[in-house]
């Protein structure tokens, strides 16, 4: 029989409540003593009077505030994990949160039921219902959690994401609580590990999210996870790969896994070297006869460029087929239309990451400055002041100061430079005949476009197929004359 210990439920909030999110948590069946949290670190006014009204009609919660707001979503744990919370187990959740009647006690049953080292047990996560860009894009995620994370259990590391999770207290406070850095929950995991302790993804128990409900919203998100991910490298990673305690197979899944975070920017870089550096050098000038009357100069790759070509033609064809791996089960199922649908929209959303993730890691080089970004808070930036970390650099704080500015996806200045990116990989599209560059340089033309008039713009819709097929094309066309 089980024994159910003191519970705690933890609600972090920042600009983000939603009411129906608050009252699932409230709603909880735990036979056990039960208290729930609201960590609120919100800065508007009319959002802490939604907060402070609801805690009036539901006096169960526990409403916790700082007045020193600092470490991100780290420290608003930290600060009432250490110094208000005591209950031995603890779930947190995030303000987009749906979570059933059961969920926490389902949760507590699967942690108490696995071995002590087993220090938290994450939970699957579906996508609320909503409508617009998160009905059309959220659809991809979930095979993360059908597909990938089911199997790290038994192949590779098991990272908790925040929210969904139920954690061992006294495994938080013996490895001194959450780092204060942008993917908290990814780093506090590895440490854990590195400590001897692990987690269970638990396929059974899942609760709703909200997939972000605008293309500016998953900018945000994105801009979170690279800079997580790059931080994690830097600070934490080179130890995990040390530890004993940790697998190599472990090591392989952290490094293969978040470095694909980070991919869309090493494939511009790779797109600018061999479409517009390289041709620039070593192509030949070619005339070529495209009407009567109308000759023009193209640039056609010699022996060594043609190499680079087909590594390209590769690559993209690699990066093409194997997130459509796991969709592909569903597409010869009941809503094949409906998943084939989503995959082509997915197209430009996904192939226009390469201009802000790029931005991401050039930001965190040069200022050494990770910020955390609520993906549900609405602010935009604040062109009046700019945080500008620890530079170590010799030029002026003005000129610091406009770098960081430019470099801040928050800012109109990362929609700008897709518009230049897309417009100069077309014309070099043309001017190299390396048409499956232009899927990429359409993509990020339709994002500048979809940020102008909206993603329910119906041109804008239309045009949000033509990347996939261009991309299918030109890789048939390639294949053709490649190999036959």
Same mark, same amino acid.
């Given at each position: 029989?089980?024994? *159910?210990?003191?519970?705690?439920?933890?609600?972090?909030?920042?600009?983000?409540?939603?009411?129906?999110?608050?009252?699932?948590?409230? @709603?909880?069946?735990? @036979?056990?003593?039960?208290? !729930?949290y609201?960590?609120?670190?919100?800065?508007?006014?009319?959002?802490?009077?939604?907060?402070?009204? +609801?805690?009036?009609?539901?006096?169960?919660?526990?409403?916790i505030?700082?007045?020193?707001?600092?470490?991100?979503?780290?420290?608003?744990?930290?600060?009432?994990?250490?110094?208000?919370?005591?209950?031995? *187990?603890?779930?947190?959740v995030?303000?987009?949160?749906?979570?059933?009647?059961?969920?926490?006690?389902?949760?507590?049953?699967?942690?108490?039921?696995?071995? @002590?080292?087993?220090?938290?047990?994450?939970?699957?996560?579906?996508?609320?219902?909503?409508?617009?860009?998160?009905?059309? &894009?959220?659809?991809?995620?979930? #095979?993360?959690?059908?597909? +990938?994370?089911?199997?790290?259990?038994?192949?590779?590391?098991?990272?908790?994401?925040?929210?969904?999770?139920?954690?061992?207290?006294?495994?938080?406070?013996?490895?001194g609580? *959450?780092?204060?850095?942008?993917?908290?929950?990814?780093?506090?995991?590895? &440490?854990?590990?590195?400590?001897?302790?692990?987690?269970?993804?638990?396929?059974?128990?899942? @609760?709703?999210?909200?997939?972000?409900?605008?293309?500016?919203?998953?900018?945000?998100?994105?801009?979170?996870?690279?800079?997580?991910?790059?931080?994690?490298?830097?600070?934490?990673?080179?130890?995990?790969?040390?530890?004993?305690?940790?697998?190599?197979?472990?090591?392989?899944?952290?490094?293969?896994? *978040?470095?694909?975070?980070?991919?869309?920017?090493?494939?511009?870089?790779?797109?600018f070297?061999?479409?517009?550096?390289?041709?620039?050098?070593?192509?030949?000038?070619v005339?070529?006869?495209?009407?009567?009357?109308?000759?023009?100069?193209?640039?056609?790759?010699?022996?060594?460029?043609?190499?680079?070509?087909?590594? +390209?033609?590769? !690559?993209?064809?690699?990066?093409?087929v194997?997130?459509?791996?796991?969709?592909?089960?569903?597409?010869f199922?009941?809503?094949?239309?409906?998943?084939?649908?989503?995959? !082509?929209?997915?197209?430009?959303?996904?192939?226009?990451r390469?201009?802000?993730?790029?931005?991401?890691?050039?930001?965190?080089?040069?200022?050494?400055?990770a910020? +955390?970004?609520?993906?549900?808070?609405?602010?935009?930036?604040d062109?009046?002041?700019?945080?500008?970390?620890?530079?170590?650099?010799?030029?002026?704080?003005?000129?610091?100061?406009?770098?960081?500015?430019?470099l801040?996806?928050?800012?109109?200045?990362?929609?700008?430079?897709?518009?230049?990116?897309?417009?100069?990989?077309?014309?070099?599209?043309?001017?190299?005949?390396?048409? &499956?560059?232009?899927?990429?340089?359409?993509?990020?033309? !339709?994002?500048y476009?979809?940020?102008?008039?909206?993603?329910?713009?119906?041109?804008?819709?239309?045009?949000? #197929?033509?990347?996939?097929? &261009?991309?299918?094309?030109?890789?048939?066309?390639?294949?053709?004359?490649?190999?036959?």
């Amino acid at each position: 029989m089980t024994v *159910y210990e003191p519970l705690a439920i933890i609600m972090t909030i920042c600009n983000d409540f939603k009411k129906e999110s608050a009252e699932s948590v409230t @709603s909880q069946f735990y @036979s056990g003593d039960l208290k !729930i949290y609201f960590l609120d670190d919100s800065t508007k006014d009319d959002v802490k009077q939604e907060i402070d009204q +609801f805690c009036l009609e539901h006096p169960q919660v526990i409403l916790i505030r700082r007045v020193v707001k600092k470490d991100f979503k780290a420290g608003n744990l930290n600060n009432a994990l250490f110094n208000h919370i005591k209950e031995p *187990y603890f779930i947190q959740v995030d303000a987009d949160q749906m979570v059933p009647p059961g969920f926490a006690a389902g949760l507590y049953e699967k942690l108490a039921s696995l071995p @002590s080292d087993v220090w938290f047990v994450q939970c699957a996560h579906y996508q609320n219902p909503q409508t617009g860009f998160a009905y059309d &894009i959220g659809p991809s995620l979930s #095979y993360m959690w059908k597909i +990938f994370l089911r199997l790290k259990n038994v192949l590779g590391f098991v990272p908790n994401f925040g929210h969904g999770v139920i954690f061992r207290r006294e495994v938080f406070e013996s490895i001194g609580g *959450y780092l204060p850095l942008v993917a908290e929950d990814l780093t506090i995991s590895a &440490i854990a590990r590195m400590h001897g302790y692990r987690g269970y993804y638990e396929t059974g128990i899942a @609760s709703g999210e909200d997939f972000p409900e605008s293309y500016e919203a998953y900018h945000k998100q994105q801009f979170k996870y690279v800079t997580g991910a790059v931080e994690f490298f830097h600070k934490i990673f080179w130890s995990f790969i040390k530890s004993s305690n940790v697998s190599l197979l472990e090591k392989i899944d952290v490094a293969v896994s *978040y470095s694909y975070n980070l991919l869309p920017a090493l494939v511009l870089l790779y797109i600018f070297f061999s479409t517009i550096i390289l041709p620039a050098v070593s192509a030949e000038l070619v005339m070529l006869t495209i009407a009567p009357g109308i000759t023009l100069p193209f640039l056609v790759p010699d022996a060594a460029n043609r190499l680079l070509c087909t590594a +390209f033609y590769l !690559i993209t064809l690699i990066m093409l087929v194997a997130p459509m791996l796991p969709a592909a089960l569903d597409i010869f199922k009941k809503h094949g239309l409906i998943t084939f649908r989503m995959l !082509i929209l997915c197209t430009p959303i996904y192939i226009s990451r390469m201009v802000p993730c790029l931005m991401s890691i050039l930001k965190y080089i040069l200022f050494k400055d990770a910020e +955390f970004i609520t993906t549900g808070d609405t602010s935009k930036l604040d062109d009046s002041s700019f945080k500008t970390g620890e530079t170590g650099r010799s030029w002026g704080k003005h000129i610091s100061d406009t770098l960081h500015k430019m470099l801040d996806i928050r800012g109109e200045n990362v929609y700008r430079i897709k518009l230049v990116t897309g417009l100069l990989l077309a014309f070099f599209s043309i001017r190299t005949l390396n048409f &499956i560059i232009m899927s990429y340089a359409m993509s990020l033309i !339709i994002s500048y476009l979809i940020h102008h008039f909206g993603w329910e713009n119906k041109i804008i819709r239309v045009l949000c #197929y033509f990347p996939f097929f &261009i991309l299918i094309f030109s890789l048939v066309i390639w294949g053709v004359l490649e190999f036959i």
